[in-house]
């Protein structure tokens, strides 16, 4: 098997869907001998920010000299970007290989009828980066839950801690239509007598984890212990310069990660790296702080090009696209074009009225997945911004249009999920050839 037949397979799994539930990742785990309890880890969930995070506490332990296992989705461009081991994504025969070696495992498995299902691809690629993670002997895996927490086939580690970002209203299809609901999804990452360390501003939500952490007495830290714990010094081009106070010591850290929401995040980072140099191995403050600002991440305010200026952003729900604003509103005067593109189950409307506003133009379009909205269908619920509304059906065609909207000092930011990110990132080079 080589790497394209490997991710036709993978895509084949997609027809499974999402799928909550241990059972499967259990049952496949086992008969890989468990690779999951080789290596420690630190799980890290969250309705936003939790990618950011791992890439913040990744770098921060590499910079020790351990060998870091990252494990994050989704992808903007190639599937091998999920697994990685200290910035190094997992290499093409490697992926082949292991997915060759784990596929005839599980059809061993449902032959036997040991297993009833086949894998969904977030199961599948689990068991893979495990399996990748043991086999590479990582001192620490970084771990990011997919979706929810609770019945995540992530959770199906024992880490040294758990960590949770932020708590908002995002697929609520699975996960429940309250703060409180989320909240209980996401605490299920919470596990017995081990820390979790949460970010959590939310006062419905932070009540919600507090008790969970109290019923299976595990330590609680709060990132914000209080609500000045984290002040802005200054702007540093478009980065941001922060002061942060946690049990007594001031911290100064300008994070790599552009926005004002990033200093929480790298907040979060800074509290589980002390919480790990206390149960697991001494981190150095001077290598925390330096983690924080030179860590990568891409697709997150991400400068693509400087002329014409280009910043995607994978903001997909309230939230994040709230952080987006805030960005537009102190770093970028005149925004010339906003290209958006969304999920159709997402509160497309409750997100235009954030983000379209300061937008000269704004260009809607599709980025091929089954559950994207078109652009029609966005239009139709975006009422007061259809004047300066285009409908461009692709997004290399939404790119060549933005192109021709703007010069070279104008401005383009295309947000509203990371798989039109990861377009965007495929084909602004063949746009700039042009």
Same mark, same amino acid.
């Given at each position: 098997?080589?790497?394209?037949?490997?991710?036709?397979?993978?895509?084949?799994?997609?027809?499974?869907?999402?799928?909550?539930?241990?059972?499967?990742?259990?049952?496949?785990?086992?008969?890989?001998?468990?690779?999951?309890?080789?290596?420690? *880890?630190?799980?890290?969930?969250?309705?936003?920010?939790?990618?950011?995070?791992?890439?913040? /506490?990744?770098?921060?332990?590499? !910079?020790?000299?351990?060998?870091?296992?990252?494990?994050?989705?989704?992808?903007?461009?190639?599937?091998?970007?999920?697994?990685?081991?200290?910035?190094?994504?997992?290499?093409?025969?490697? %992926?082949?290989?292991?997915?060759?070696?784990?596929?005839?495992?599980?059809?061993?498995?449902?032959?036997?009828?040991?297993?009833?299902?086949?894998?969904?691809?977030?199961?599948?690629?689990?068991?893979?980066? %495990?399996?990748?993670?043991?086999?590479?002997?990582?001192?620490? +895996?970084?771990?990011?839950?997919?979706?929810?927490?609770?019945?995540?086939?992530?959770?199906?580690?024992?880490?040294?801690?758990?960590?949770?970002?932020?708590?908002?209203?995002?697929?609520?299809?699975?996960?429940?239509?309250?703060?409180?609901?989320?909240?209980?999804?996401?605490?299920?990452?919470?596990?017995?007598?081990?820390?979790?360390?949460?970010?959590?501003?939310?006062?419905?939500?932070?009540?919600? /984890?507090?008790?969970?952490?109290?019923?299976?007495?595990?330590?609680?830290?709060?990132?914000?212990?209080?609500?000045?714990?984290? =002040?802005?010094?200054?702007?540093?081009? %478009?980065?941001?310069?922060?002061?942060?106070?946690?049990?007594?010591?001031?911290?100064?850290?300008?994070?790599?990660?552009?926005?004002?929401?990033?200093?929480?995040?790298?907040?979060?980072?800074?509290?589980?790296?002390?919480?790990?140099?206390?149960?697991?191995?001494?981190?150095?403050? *001077?290598?925390?702080?330096? +983690?924080?600002?030179?860590?990568?991440?891409?697709?997150?305010? @991400?400068?693509?090009?400087?002329?014409?200026?280009?910043?995607?952003?994978?903001?997909?729900?309230?939230?994040?696209?709230?952080?987006?604003?805030?960005?537009?509103? @102190?770093? !970028?005067?005149?925004?010339?074009?906003?290209?958006?593109?969304?999920?159709?189950?997402? =509160?497309?409307?409750?997100?235009?009225?954030?983000?379209?506003?300061?937008?000269?133009?704004?260009?809607?379009?599709?980025?091929?997945?089954? =559950?994207?909205?078109?652009?029609?269908?966005?239009?139709?619920?975006?009422?007061?911004?259809?004047?300066?509304?285009?409908?461009?059906?692709?997004?290399?065609?939404?790119?060549?249009?933005?192109?021709?909207?703007? *010069?070279?000092?104008?401005?383009?930011?295309?947000?509203? *999920?990371?798989?039109?990110?990861?377009?965007?990132?495929?084909?602004?080079?063949?746009?700039?050839?042009?």
């Amino acid at each position: 098997m080589n790497f394209r037949e490997a991710t036709l397979y993978l895509d084949s799994l997609q027809l499974f869907g999402i799928k909550f539930g241990l059972d499967n990742i259990r049952i496949i785990l086992k008969a890989l001998d468990n690779p999951q309890d080789s290596f420690a *880890s630190v799980l890290i969930g969250g309705t936003n920010g939790k990618g950011s995070v791992c890439a913040f /506490l990744s770098k921060i332990v590499s !910079l020790h000299g351990y060998k870091v296992g990252l494990y994050t989705s989704p992808h903007l461009v190639s599937v091998r970007e999920r697994i990685k081991i200290n910035d190094q994504l997992i290499s093409e025969e490697d %992926f082949a290989k292991l997915t060759a070696f784990l596929k005839k495992r599980i059809d061993e498995l449902i032959v036997a009828g040991k297993l009833l299902t086949p894998p969904t691809y977030f199961e599948f690629l689990t068991a893979l980066a %495990f399996t990748y993670f043991a086999h590479q002997k990582i001192d620490l +895996g970084v771990i990011e839950v997919g979706l929810g927490g609770r019945y995540d086939a992530t959770n199906i580690l024992e880490p040294l801690c758990s960590v949770i970002t932020s708590i908002g209203l995002d697929h609520e299809k699975y996960l429940g239509s309250t703060l409180a609901q989320i909240a209980g999804e996401k605490g299920g990452i919470i596990k017995s007598g081990r820390p979790v360390i949460t970010a959590v501003t939310a006062e419905e939500a932070d009540l919600c /984890l507090q008790q969970k952490a109290a019923e299976v007495k595990a330590p609680l830290v709060k990132v914000m212990e209080q609500k000045d714990s984290l =002040r802005i010094l200054n702007r540093k081009g %478009f980065k941001t310069e922060f002061k942060f106070i946690w049990r007594g010591e001031e911290y100064t850290f300008t994070p790599s990660l552009l926005g004002h929401h990033q200093g929480l995040n790298a907040a979060c980072a800074l509290v589980v790296a002390d919480i790990l140099s206390r149960i697991w191995r001494p981190l150095e403050r *001077s290598k925390i702080v330096a +983690g924080l600002e030179v860590a990568h991440w891409e697709g997150r305010l @991400e400068i693509l090009s400087e002329e014409p200026l280009v910043i995607i952003d994978g903001a997909h729900n309230p939230s994040g696209i709230k952080a987006l604003r805030k960005f537009i509103d @102190e770093f !970028l005067p005149s925004l010339d074009v906003l290209i958006f593109a969304c999920m159709r189950d997402k =509160r497309i409307a409750e997100m235009a009225e954030i983000v379209f506003p300061p937008a000269k133009n704004i260009i809607l379009t599709r980025f091929p997945y089954h =559950r994207s909205a078109f652009p029609q269908e966005i239009y139709q619920r975006v009422g007061v911004f259809q004047e300066k509304i285009i409908m461009v059906p692709e997004v290399f065609q939404a790119l060549q249009k933005a192109r021709e909207i703007v *010069s070279s000092r104008g401005i383009i930011v295309a947000a509203g *999920s990371l798989y039109l990110v990861g377009e965007v990132k495929k084909y602004w080079p063949l746009v700039e050839k042009r």
